[in-house]
């Protein structure tokens, strides 16, 4: 993750030659992108700058060093499918950004405006879809097991975003069913990156099986952070708003573990005051919220849980060989939880 990591000086190497497999994946990502159509081609550069961590593409290229074997000539082993399979992964998760500030009629994305705040929720509509057709046609020149692959985390993608959406405004939602939404709303794409990454390397199916394990588990710690960063963080540093999962009625673990283990008198106050989010949030709701919920121990709770999976995550990898690239893993994997944007 670009500008996130602290990287010990013997993986300095690696990372110098991540960000080159990065600067590929961007080249063919933006090749992919293209539009004879001046308004649309405007519209693909405008997604330029919704790129952030490019999580699933350092996935996709380090699972594919880590599963190649003890290579040090790492440009090499990052594969020109390895490149394709990564911009597919991140096309795929930009459309849902894209969508997501639809969605939550967000204004602003990386410190900058939204598509739809410029243009119009239908124009973000049809860019989304743009970018999911440009990442299948993409996908075409692969090979039909990956398209495969990229369209069962599709997916489950979108069903978990359904089922979110059934679940809006449901403040009586148990843990399960969170588990469910953004086990398939975030880990699944993540998951399959890393998979991919590896079976493009020649890994057995075993091991495949396990580096996506690890990229399921490190995907569902990714939203938990998520959603905390959405309740304590700061937008100046987030480069977006904050709050939106209380002002559009999305249920997030701390407050669903709160609810759960509140007297009823402090799941009544909090019942208000999510009420009131919904309706108009200020920084003295938001203040009453992060306290109740750190009364009962929540915020702890979900970060014990997202610390816990990095840790079986982490315990994936012991099946790979040591290596730079596994090495590398482990610091994304530890960073994923101590990130604050």
Not at 82 to 98: F, I, K, N
Not at 106 to 130: F, K
Request: aromatic share 2%.
């Amino acid at each position: 993750m670009r500008g996130v990591l602290e990287i010990p000086e013997n993986l300095l190497p690696l990372q110098a030659a991540l960000a080159q497999g990065l600067a590929r994946v961007q080249s063919r990502f933006d090749s992919h992108l293209e539009s004879d159509l001046p308004p649309v081609a405007r519209l693909c550069r405008h997604v330029e700058r919704y790129r952030g961590k490019m999580l699933r593409p350092s996935l996709t290229l380090l699972c594919g060093l880590a599963a190649g074997g003890r290579s040090t000539d790492f440009d090499a082993a990052m594969t020109e499918v390895h490149v394709s399979v990564a911009a597919v992964c991140e096309m795929v998760h930009m459309a849902t950004l894209v969508h997501d500030d639809v969605l939550d009629e967000a204004d602003t994305r990386r410190s900058g405006q939204t598509v739809n705040r410029l243009h119009g929720n239908e124009t973000a509509v049809m860019l989304g879809d743009l970018l999911i057709a440009s990442a299948f046609r993409l996908c075409a020149t692969i090979d039909a097991p990956t398209a495969l692959a990229v369209g069962r985390a599709s997916v489950e993608l979108c069903e978990g975003e359904l089922l979110q959406l059934h679940h809006r405004d449901s403040w009586s939602i148990d843990e399960p069913t969170y588990f469910e939404i953004i086990n398939r709303k975030t880990a699944a794409l993540i998951a399959v990156a890393c998979e991919l990454g590896a079976v493009h390397a020649g890994a057995d199916q075993q091991l495949a099986a396990s580096l996506a394990s690890f990229g399921r588990r490190l995907g569902v710690a990714f939203q938990i952070q998520d959603d905390l960063l959405d309740l304590l963080g700061e937008r100046s540093i987030l480069g977006k708003p904050v709050h939106k999962d209380l002002e559009k009625g999305k249920p997030t673990l701390p407050v669903i573990h709160h609810l759960a283990t509140a007297s009823s008198r402090e799941r009544s106050r909090m019942l208000d005051l999510l009420d009131h989010a919904a309706i108009e949030m200020t920084h003295d709701d938001a203040d009453r919220i992060a306290e109740a919920l750190r009364s009962t121990g929540s915020i702890e709770h979900a970060r014990h849980t997202a610390k816990s999976l990095v840790s079986k995550a982490i315990e994936e990898l012991s099946r790979i060989p040591e290596s730079p690239a596994r090495d590398l893993l482990r610091v994304m994997a530890d960073a994923v939880v101590s990130r604050s944007r």
